[in-house]
T-cell receptor, first 112, second 113 residues
């Protein structure tokens, strides 16, 4: 069975500050891991994915995430927050076949 | 290159009615998955279609059914609507050769009154 836990349903950062969104997973098989972003009233946009290649994954809009097997984590970071980063972020795990298991999401607020 | 498209964008129904939502996958994709996203929650997997067959199903009742056409487009049907079916319904497409990565459409927001 697979599961995802996103720590912190709401995160606030100042513009220009580091963004850190936490994701821990549980999987009985080698996982595929994803981060998606959802802007209000829109669908999900893929930010980045881990598919068993490099453990440090770079995505769009300056985001990156590091797969740490020993910690079962896949935290999302961005060195400097921008106002346009305000959105809801979802971490998801998959066994690589059919369905994704999503976390409950983290709403990021960027303060001017 | 057109991405995943869904129709309609919004829908209002009353309890007991039936609804059909439509999805066209990204060009070159042959697999369609459907997810339900309730307000304030992460998406939950409903089912996946490949080669016009339901390949896997999540924990949803039989009131939820689907179909995939030869051109890979798909429909999600929900019968006997309940208030709790109000949600954003997301369609995602992928290819059999790269099915670990799914691309999502903008969703259909269903409100059941």
């Amino acid at each position: 069975a697979q599961s995802v836990t996103q720590l912190g349903s709401h995160v606030s950062v100042s513009e220009g500050a580091l963004v850190l969104l936490r994701c821990n997973y549980s999987s009985s098989v080698p996982p595929y891991l994803f981060w998606y972003v959802q802007y209000p009233n829109q669908g999900l946009q893929l930010l980045l994915k881990y598919t068993s290649a490099a453990t440090l994954v770079k995505g769009i809009n300056g985001f990156e995430a590091e797969f740490k097997k020993s910690e079962t984590s896949f935290h999302l970071t961005k060195p400097s927050a921008h106002m346009s980063d305000a959105a809801e972020y979802f971490c998801a795990v998959s066994s690589g076949t059919y369905k994704y298991i999503f976390g409950t999401g983290t709403r990021l607020k960027v303060l001017a | 290159d057109a991405g995943v498209t869904q129709s309609p964008t919004h829908l209002i129904k009353t309890r007991g009615q039936q609804v059909t939502l439509r999805c066209s996958p990204k060009s070159g994709h042959d697999t369609v998955s459907w997810y339900q996203q309730a307000l304030g929650q992460g998406p939950q997997f409903i089912f996946q279609y490949y080669e016009e067959e339901e390949r896997q199903r999540g924990n949803f009742p039989d009131r939820f059914s689907g179909h995939q056409y030869p051109n890979y487009s798909s429909e999600l049907n929900v019968n006997a609507l309940l208030l709790g079916d109000s949600a954003l319904y997301l369609c995602a497409s992928s290819t059999e050769g790269s099915r670990e990565t799914q691309y999502f459409g903008p969703g259909t927001r269903l409100l059941v009154l």
